[in-house]
C-alpha cells in the first residue's frame, strides 16, 4: 500500500498526543536492584530525573546530582514523598574536584554505589562548521563526553574493590548518524559509544559492566515545552512506533541494564528509538 505525504500507510490514523508522563507503571520489579546505592547524574530533570524516579521505586537509593538546586531538590523531595530514598547534590560534573566531593558525600550517607548512570548533558546546537568556534568545541566535548568520564572516573575505585557494578552511559542517535551543522555534539556521543565499549573491555575481568542507551528524539518536559505540537507531529512519524519517546522509556531500559537480568550484557549501545534505527 503507498504511502500517503503525511508518512503513514493509507488508511491509517496519525498517532495520537501522549502527554509526558512518569515511568512505566508497569515496569517490572528488579529484586536485586533493592537496597542497592545508584548516582544519576543529569538527575534534576528529563532522563536523569526520571531514571531516578523509576530506581528509587525499586528499592535503590539514589543521590541524584546536578546544577539546577531548586529543580533537583523537588525531584528528591518528590522521591521522597512515595517512600523512596533520595539525595540532591548540586555539583557541575566537568569539575573532577566537584564530582571527588560528592562521592564522599554519597559514601558517608548512602554507602557504595552500586549503580552509575551518567545521563548529563545537553541538548544539540546546530552550529555549521565555519562558525563552530574552538571555544564552543570544547564547552560541547567537556558537556558530553569529558562529564562522562570524570564521573566514571571518579566512582569506579569502590566499583573495582568490590568487583561488582553496572555503569551506564547516554549518547543519542547523533553519535551514529552525520547531521548537517552538528559536529562538535556528533563526535562527542560517537566518543561515548566508544568510551562505554573501551571501558566494557577494561572493567569485564572485574566484574564490572557498562552499556549505552542512544535515544531519539525524547519528549522532555523541556522539550514538549519548547517545541510546537506539529514538528513533534512530524517527529512522531520519522519513527515507526509514531511517536516521540518518553523519558520513562529511556528509565526502563537503564532499569534493565542496571540489573541481573542484564547480567551477561556489557559493551552495548541500546537504540531506545522506537523503531528507528541508523546506519
Not at 71 to 100: H, M, N, S, W, Y
Not at 128 to 140: A, F, K, S
Not at 168 to 186: C, E, F, K, V, W
Request: with cysteine.
Amino acid at each position: 500500500m503507498p504511502p500517503t505525504d503525511s508518512g503513514l500507510g493509507a488508511g491509517a490514523k496519525p498517532p495520537a498526543e501522549k502527554p509526558a508522563q512518569p515511568v512505566h507503571p508497569d515496569v517490572p520489579v528488579y529484586p536485586d536492584l533493592a537496597g542497592k546505592v545508584a548516582v544519576v547524574t543529569g538527575g534534576s530533570r528529563g532522563i536523569g530525573a526520571e531514571t531516578g524516579r523509576a530506581l528509587a521505586a525499586q528499592g535503590v537509593a539514589v543521590c541524584l546530582v546536578g546544577r539546577d538546586r531548586p529543580a533537583l531538590f523537588a525531584v528528591a523531595e518528590e522521591i521522597g514523598k512515595q517512600g523512596g530514598t533520595a539525595i540532591g547534590a548540586v555539583a557541575d560534573v566537568t569539575d573532577a574536584g566537584a564530582l571527588r566531593r560528592v562521592a564522599d558525600r554519597v559514601a558517608a550517607e548512602l554507602g557504595p554505589v552500586d549503580v552509575l548512570a551518567a545521563f548529563a548533558g545537553g541538548r544539540s546546537s546546530l552550529i555549521p562548521t565555519p562558525d563552530l568556534t574552538e571555544e564552543r568545541w570544547h564547552q560541547v566535548l567537556d558537556s558530553e563526553l569529558t562529564s562522562a568520564f570524570l564521573t566514571v572516573r571518579t566512582f569506579l575505585p569502590g566499583m573495582v574493590e568490590r568487583f561488582s557494578g553496572s555503569i551506564l552511559t547516554l549518547s543519542s542517535s547523533a553519535g551514529r548518524q552525520p547531521g548537517q551543522a552538528n559536529l562538535a555534539y556528533g563526535v562527542a556521543h560517537a566518543g561515548l559509544t566508544m568510551l562505554t565499549r573501551q571501558l566494557a573491555t577494561e572493567l569485564g575481568p572485574q566484574g564490572i559492566r557498562v552499556n549505552c542507551l542512544a535515544p531519539t528524539a525524547v519528549r522532555t518536559e523541556k522539550t514538549a515545552a519548547a517545541m510546537p505540537k506539529e514538528v513533534q507531529h512530524k517527529l512522531a512519524l520519522r519513527h515507526p512506533l509514531r511517536r516521540m519517546g518518553e523519558p520513562g522509556d529511556v528509565a526502563s531500559t537503564a532499569l534493565f541494564l542496571a540489573s541481573d537480568a542484564a547480567g551477561y550484557l556489557t559493551g552495548l549501545t541500546i537504540d531506545v528509538a522506537g523503531g528507528r534505527i541508523t546506519n
